[in-house]
């Protein structure tokens, strides 16, 4: 079964809105990171939050970790249409070696 | 090389023949990873490289799955025997410091028919 799982599994918003995605797991993980993806392949890197760590920021992205309730959430803020994309948590096990993906969330931003 | 890079970027192949997918890592990353995605998923996690150490074979489906990697450049996946549910795209990625930062190839798409 699948460590991240991302919600909602699509999301459809208007140019200028705020999109939030999350992402829930089930074990302790050493870190957690947010990728995107368009077209259905290569991956892109956008943020990594550590177990410590609770809230951090990239331009107009936002990750927040709790790890009590074992989730994350991506924000992004004044969305555009290049924005449209598949994003993925993936997720370091503490013990484990691989880093796992979840389903994805896909985000359409209407212009 | 700027990116990774991972050839072909599209095979075909029949039921039952064998495949080689190739990945060229960015130069200096100790970490190569292979993944798998059919359409409309996730990714699976197939196998890692790490520097000189043994490589984590655990998501390989099956023994008709086998990959390489010499010293820290080049990778290849081979799948022997394809079969149908083969179908998907191969992604590759490379990373300095083991899972965190990952890389990705533009992933080759492989189909079987």
């Known amino acids: 079964s699948q460590q991240g799982e991302e919600d909602p599994q699509a999301l459809s918003i208007q140019e200028g809105e705020n999109a939030t995605m999350n992402c829930s797991y089930k074990?302790?993980?050493?870190?957690l990171q947010w990728y995107r993806q368009n077209s259905g392949r290569g991956l892109v890197h956008l943020i990594l939050?550590?177990?410590?760590?609770r809230e951090k920021h990239s331009g107009r992205l936002r990750v927040t970790l709790d790890t009590s309730k074992k989730s994350s959430s991506l924000l992004i803020t004044a969305s555009r249409a290049a924005d449209t994309a598949s994003y993925f948590c993936a997720t370091e096990e503490t013990s484990g070696s691989r880093l796992t993906f979840g389903e994805g969330t896909q985000l359409t931003v209407n212009p | 090389g700027a990116g990774v890079s991972q050839s072909p970027s599209n095979k075909v192949t029949e039921k039952g023949k064998d495949v080689e997918l190739r990945c060229d890592p960015i130069?200096?990353?100790?970490?190569l990873y292979w993944y798998r995605q059919r359409l409309g998923q996730g990714l699976e996690f197939l196998i890692y490289f790490q520097g000189n150490s043994a490589p984590d074979k655990s998501g390989l489906p099956s023994d008709r799955f086998s990959a390489e990697r010499t010293g820290e450049s080049v990778s290849t996946l081979t799948i022997q025997r394809t079969q149908q549910e083969d179908s998907a795209v191969y992604l590759c990625a490379s990373s300095l410091v083991l899972n965190e930062k990952l890389f990705f190839g533009s992933g080759t798409q492989l189909s079987v028919l």
């Open positions: 939050i550590r177990s410590n760590e």
């Open positions: 074990t302790s993980i050493n870190n």
């Open positions: 130069s200096g990353h100790t970490a």
